[in-house]
């Protein structure tokens, strides 16, 4: 009986290689965070995941959150957090405690990891050469007695105003992972903590990205029999955020990806980031594994 193992990883070897040439020196962002950032091993598998990319001519750049760590430091420090509307509102103290998790002790364990695989990993906030200022984030909510219009004022969390890649094409230039964390400082010379998501557009946006990625805790946007949606355009997407099929949280996260693609972004992927080795499947394979956006 003739051994045939080896044709099988030859096999995935040789389908995955039109989608490595694809990819070769184009620029793909990865949101980082959530449950899979929870899991020692996930957290492992996805740091091998950077580091096969960058040995196979991708350049990743990976922007990470941490709000459950956050959440978790301040009750240890009995720093206690006023929540509005369902958003944390981030005082001058909070944004200390954000800033020392974000840019501290996360990062640094993502580059860590990443190193650990056999990459090489620097760690950066959006206060490194000037990368990305800030401006207070302003939300208008309505007040469900009287219908009045109000600005949410959420004190030090803020949205990108402008990003400059200079800084990241340098480092990805020296063949360097860039693990960026959302804090970044404003014209008031003050420090704002920055949603992820919306962090990882402009990020995305700045740098032409071929892909940006959104780890999440579900398998893509779907549809209204609960199957997944491979492809969207932004005109679909917007009818089915329109018709209730797109719903919840999902909202927020698929206007975030229209707002990358308008930025420039040329696709955005929302996939399952607690199923391992989910970025190389969304890039290497035909199939991929979550719901890609495209203009």
Do not use: W
């Amino acid at each position: 009986m003739t051994d045939t193992a080896p044709i099988n990883p030859a096999k995935v070897i040789s389908t995955a290689l039109p989608h490595m040439l694809r990819y070769d020196d184009q620029v793909v962002v990865v949101k980082y965070g959530g449950h899979a950032m929870g899991d020692p091993a996930l957290g492992n598998a996805f740091a091998r995941d950077i580091t096969l990319l960058r040995l196979a001519g991708v350049l990743p750049v990976v922007v990470h959150g941490g709000g459950p760590q956050i959440g978790s430091m301040l009750d240890r420090l009995g720093i206690k957090s006023e929540f509005k509307n369902g958003l944390r509102v981030t005082d001058k103290a909070t944004v200390e405690i954000v800033e020392m998790v974000l840019a501290g002790s996360i990062n640094k364990e993502i580059v860590h990891l990443i190193n650990a695989e056999g990459g090489k990993a620097v760690g950066l906030c959006g206060k490194d050469g000037n990368m990305v200022t800030a401006e207070k984030l302003q939300r208008r909510v309505r007040d469900p007695n009287s219908a009045i219009e109000q600005v949410l004022d959420l004190g030090f969390v803020g949205e990108p105003a402008s990003v400059n890649p200079t800084v990241l094409r340098l480092v990805m230039k020296e063949e360097l992972i860039p693990v960026v964390a959302p804090v970044a400082p404003g014209a008031d010379g003050e420090t704002y903590n920055i949603n992820a998501d919306t962090f990882a557009g402009a990020i995305a946006g700045a740098l032409d990205a071929k892909r940006l990625l959104f780890l999440t805790d579900v398998p893509g946007v779907l549809d209204a029999n609960g199957k997944l949606i491979k492809e969207l355009t932004v005109s679909q997407a917007r009818a089915l955020i329109e018709d209730g099929t797109i719903s919840g949280g999902m909202i927020p996260k698929v206007e975030t990806c229209i707002e990358a693609l308008e930025r420039g972004v040329e696709g955005v992927v929302i996939l399952n980031g607690k199923v391992p080795h989910a970025v190389l499947l969304e890039l290497f394979t035909d199939q991929g594994a979550g719901t890609l956006l495209r203009p």
